[in-house]
């Protein structure tokens, strides 16, 4: 498995797309529709950047972020995207979930702090 980096996001509130998933043995073109899929994506107005991990068991998870629900939602309407998540749903995964959230609060171990400033 490859290290992917950690996206570097502005303040918030943006959003994270968590998807959680169980893989079908085998690529069967697995791995170069992810590629066109993050490529894809990143062209997109909004769009703040994506983490992703796999075990050897067949479980990962990808996160991605949003500047906001307005570019999540052109996001999942685009053509290309719906069409890999069929081909998802009939070829590569056994399960999988997809959790939408708002980012309140971020911070990590480079010291910055992304806290909403207090409320007077």
Same mark, same amino acid.
């Given at each position: !498995?490859?290290?992917?980096?950690?996206v570097? /996001?502005? +303040?918030?509130?943006?959003?994270?797309?968590?998807?959680?998933?169980?893989?079908?043995?085998?690529?069967?073109?697995?791995?170069? !529709?992810?590629?066109? !899929?993050?490529?894809?994506?990143?062209?997109? +107005?909004?769009?703040l950047?994506? +983490?992703?991990?796999?075990?050897?068991?067949?479980?990962?998870?990808?996160?991605?972020?949003?500047?906001? +629900?307005?570019a999540?939602?052109?996001?999942?309407?685009?053509?290309?995207?719906?069409?890999?998540?069929?081909?998802?749903?009939? /070829?590569?995964?056994?399960?999988?979930?997809?959790?939408?959230?708002?980012?309140?609060?971020?911070? #990590?171990?480079? #010291?910055?702090?992304?806290?909403?400033?207090?409320?007077?």
């Amino acid at each position: !498995m490859s290290a992917t980096p950690l996206v570097r /996001t502005p +303040e918030p509130p943006y959003y994270a797309v968590i998807f959680s998933s169980r893989r079908t043995a085998g690529d069967r073109g697995y791995a170069e !529709m992810s590629a066109r !899929m993050v490529d894809l994506g990143s062209r997109y +107005e909004g769009f703040l950047g994506i +983490e992703s991990a796999r075990g050897a068991d067949g479980v990962g998870i990808t996160v991605s972020y949003w500047r906001d +629900e307005a570019a999540l939602l052109a996001w999942k309407r685009d053509e290309a995207h719906r069409h890999a998540q069929r081909a998802g749903r009939d /070829t590569w995964y056994e399960e999988y979930e997809v959790r939408v959230a708002r980012v309140e609060r971020a911070y #990590g171990s480079s #010291g910055t702090s992304h806290a909403p400033p207090p409320k007077s």
